[in-house]
């Protein structure tokens, strides 16, 4: 049998299956929210913790929203696609916690949390897989730009990432839809609970390992072909490979930062038992830190691409009446689209 946390017993899973006992379960220990053991209507955890999280969303709304409505008509190449694509899905998830947490401040019924289980897991899934999208193509852009046709020739990565997702998606709902669910978003019954663990966890590891290991993979090629093209000059590469490193590890600092903590309190919390003070702690951390993602996803993409940059501005110099920010060609357009900088940039 896993060890659950203290505050997580044999009755929570009687509860969610006999509606009287899951009213007695609740007078005894409070209303069961999903991110806090028993927080009650007085429970300063709870509304501390929905004061931190739902600006955060608001914002990460604001910014990934506001920059969807930038990009979506300025697309030209696969890169730009790709961009749009990690914007779109920090919108929709960004929506979609707000949601949550709004709606978790009133008392809801087991459907409803089963919902949200889904959600969270298909939308971490996303966010995942869109990030590899993105280093595929970083990738992909820096080794194969220059030959003609390489979008077509590298699209079966695309494809099967698609794929993989897909099954992903097919077997949370599946799972969801024959168990109920806990307050981590783990299923309660065993089989849904191991299948959950085996594929949605053990994918959502694999293809963060993969992103960072294709950012890495990016860099080594771009120091190579640094030295390789001035092999016998006296240009000094080391500013250019440690500012091409330092943006690899920015691109793949966000998953890291925001996701590690989140992975390694549901690992913990699977196998063993906490104290319920650390328990309590470790995760608002952790749910903190992946709120987190909607905000610094938008602001790397900014900082990492000139072209949103100049895109941004020129819409302030328009908002200012100022149209002479940005060149702009016949169809008023930019003329470049939104794309990855070079490698020097």
Not at 114 to 130: E, K, P, Q
């Amino acid at each position: 049998m896993i060890l659950r946390n203290n505050s997580f017993n044999s009755s929570d899973t009687l509860a969610f299956d006999n509606p009287t006992s899951q009213m007695q379960s609740q007078s005894q220990r409070g209303c069961v929210r999903w991110w806090v053991d028993a927080p009650g209507p007085k429970d300063p955890y709870f509304f501390a913790i929905s004061a931190i999280h739902i600006p955060i969303y608001i914002l990460g709304l604001f910014l990934n929203g506001s920059l969807f409505v930038l990009m979506r008509r300025r697309i030209q190449t696969r890169l730009d696609r790709t961009l749009l694509l990690l914007v779109a899905v920090h919108t929709a998830w960004a929506l979609f916690e707000l949601l949550r947490y709004t709606i978790s401040i009133w008392y809801g019924p087991q459907v409803f949390w089963r919902v949200v289980a889904a959600g969270t897991s298909i939308g971490l899934i996303c966010i995942f897989a869109a990030n590899m999208c993105l280093s595929f193509e970083r990738c992909f852009f820096v080794r194969f730009s220059n030959l003609s046709g390489y979008e077509r020739a590298t699209q079966k990565y695309f494809v099967f990432l698609a794929v993989w997702v897909s099954v992903l998606v097919v077997t949370v709902v599946a799972i969801y839809s024959t168990s109920c669910t806990d307050k981590l978003m783990f299923p309660t019954a065993r089989i849904q609970r191991t299948i959950w663990t085996a594929t949605v966890g053990t994918s959502g590891i694999l293809i963060m390992l993969m992103t960072i290991a294709v950012n890495l993979s990016t860099y080594r090629h771009v120091s190579l072909a640094m030295k390789t093209s001035l092999l016998g000059t006296t240009v000094a590469t080391e500013p250019l490979e440690r500012k091409v490193l330092v943006r690899c590890i920015i691109m793949s600092s966000g998953l890291i930062i925001c996701y590690v903590p989140i992975i390694l309190f549901m690992g913990i919390t699977l196998n063993m038992r906490l104290d319920t003070e650390v328990y309590r702690n470790f995760r608002i951390v952790s749910y903190f830190a992946a709120s987190m993602d909607v905000i610094i996803t938008p602001v790397l993409l900014v900082y990492l691409h000139r072209d949103v940059q100049a895109l941004i501005w020129r819409c302030v110099e328009w908002w200012r009446g100022n149209r002479k920010g940005v060149d702009m060609d016949g169809d008023g357009k930019l003329v470049n689209s939104i794309s990855l900088d070079s490698v020097e940039s």
